[in-house]
């Protein structure tokens, strides 16, 4: 199978062609692997390949799997592959290995996913762009110099270059979303608990995070959700597992309220400026949903932007603090020797200095933000709102500069900590993490599913995904509602042309 050939097909389109035997598994996979070794070494997706591996996983994939042997990537973050590295994204766990498959990767492999290599994530997740100091920085495929957004960067990458149809990915902030927005795919987040984390957690961020994909179409999303989708013996949330996702699919959605919003209360005091582009992708959302015969209003969602950003960073901190000691436990450094970035060690520090009260006043304010966007949705079924700012920033440019990894490290200093949180350090990290990205924590907060959707080009030529968050629980009507978005003109289709001419870059 030629790579041209291999590129032209979703995950489920793929697998379809080897049911008919049209192709090979084997031809197919070798496919994956031509793709990695011509592709990678100029967008630097997959920092860790398993090639022999996955020849041999793939004999074993059963013949009637749903995927059949379709070739996957997982993130280098939580996803552990019994034995095999897994970094988080960091020098500092570089040898570290996890003793269990995640129940995730159990499930996609049964599914018939045959895990190739593994994408880069920024250090422990914790960036809305994917650039660890520990590995290459993964490039937009839509254009030379530009990121792909993170934490799921290298994932989005992967897809939207034809290296996999479809890669596993995270979302602890918009870290599906963000991503897919930036390159044109479709990324979807579940409702809270839908997709287990266990064995090696049982939930991240206080339940922020949620484990699914990005992928090249809203089939193939579905249809993974319905495979992995269903909680662990060992789960906080009692989330069943459901079926049905590819069957709502294949069924128009029935007429919905739909609320359309620029997001400012959560934008306003971070100093969010909105790119017109977004604007316009967001007016055209809007278009598409009432041609469609939905309803649609213009109706801002009922939270405080400011508390909701400085709760979502309250949690962040304290998790990231935990996270370094966890790391220090499991590779026996000290904390203070263990190699992470100045940025990483100064969020850890800062952390180290929360108090449990604020740390729970923060957790409530995720319980209030989920009783007003309830409210709401007793009055929508949706909620459509930008996922970024902007279109795809440069490598680099939202990286700490080095001055101001030079300031991070005077957080070591005795005392300092303690007194940059008293002194407002929280409301300047919220402007430096969030002010770009301001749109997405919500559904993180509150559980709801949420998605990018791929409506728009930019006049610079990148592309800008479009929000919809749905209400808590019915993954079922906003996949629904998505599958009848792709098949209107407005839905963007195409791959970057760059991803398949490398050298011209």
């Not at 700490?400 to 300047?428: D, F, H, N, Q, Y």
């Amino acid at each position: 199978m030629q790579l041209h050939e291999y590129q032209q097909y979703d995950a489920t389109g793929l697998a379809a062609l080897m049911r008919r035997r049209e192709v090979s598994r084997e031809d197919v996979l070798e496919a994956a692997f031509n793709a990695i070794e011509t592709l990678n070494p100029i967008l630097h997706a997959v920092v860790r390949t398993r090639f022999e591996k996955a020849r041999k996983e793939s004999q074993r994939v059963a013949d009637d799997a749903l995927f059949g042997g379709v070739p996957t990537l997982s993130k280098d973050l939580l996803m552990g592959l019994a034995g095999e590295p897994l970094a988080f994204g960091s020098a500092a766990l570089l040898q570290w290995c996890p003793k269990e498959d995640a129940l995730l990767v159990q499930r996609a492999r049964a599914a018939g996913l045959v895990v190739v290599g593994q994408t880069a994530t920024p250090e422990l997740g914790l960036m809305g762009i994917t650039e660890p100091k520990a590995f290459s920085h993964p490039m937009n495929p839509w254009r030379a110099g530009y990121s792909p957004g993170g934490s799921s960067g290298g994932a989005a990458v992967a897809v939207a270059s034809g290296i996999v149809p479809l890669a596993l990915a995270g979302d602890g902030g918009g870290s599906i979303r963000i991503p897919a927005s930036y390159c044109g795919l479709f990324g979807f987040k579940p409702t809270r608990g839908r997709v287990p984390l266990a064995p090696g957690h049982g939930e991240v961020w206080q339940g922020a995070v949620i484990e699914h994909a990005v992928t090249r179409s809203v089939r193939d999303s579905a249809a993974l959700l319905e495979q992995v989708n269903g909680m662990a013996p060992s789960g906080p949330y009692p989330v069943s597992r459901e079926t049905g996702y590819m069957a709502a699919i294949a069924l128009p959605p029935k007429r919905l309220r739909i609320a359309v919003s620029l997001g400012e209360p959560l934008s306003h005091s971070l100093g969010t400026r909105l790119n017109p582009e977004v604007k316009a992708a967001v007016d055209k959302a809007a278009v598409a949903l009432m041609e469609m015969g939905h309803e649609v209003e213009w109706c801002d969602p009922p939270v405080d932007g400011e508390a909701l950003a400085n709760s979502y960073l309250t949690l962040y901190l304290g998790h990231s603090a935990a996270d370094l000691r966890w790391i220090s436990q499991q590779t026996g450094v000290p904390v203070r020797r263990l190699a992470v970035e100045p940025s990483t060690r100064a969020i850890g520090r800062l952390g180290d200095k929360l108090l449990a009260q604020d740390y729970e006043l923060a957790k409530r304010y995720w319980h209030m933000a989920a009783e007003q966007m309830s409210r709401f949705h007793q009055r929508f079924d949706a909620l459509v709102m930008p996922v970024t700012a902007d279109t795809a920033p440069k490598i680099g440019e939202l990286y700490p500069s080095a001055t101001r990894e030079r300031l991070m490290s005077v957080l070591a200093i005795p005392g300092v900590s303690a007194l940059a949180l008293k002194a407002g350090l929280l409301k300047r990290l919220a402007v430096d993490a969030l002010s770009r990205t301001p749109f997405t924590q919500l559904a993180n907060l509150t559980g709801q599913p949420a998605m990018s959707v791929p409506l728009h080009v930019a006049a610079n030529g990148l592309p800008v995904g479009v929000q919809i968050v749905g209400r808590f629980g019915e993954d079922k009507q906003l996949l629904q509602l998505a599958a009848a978005l792709e098949q209107q003109d407005v839905w963007q289709h195409q791959l970057p042309l760059q991803a398949f001419r490398p050298q011209a870059g």
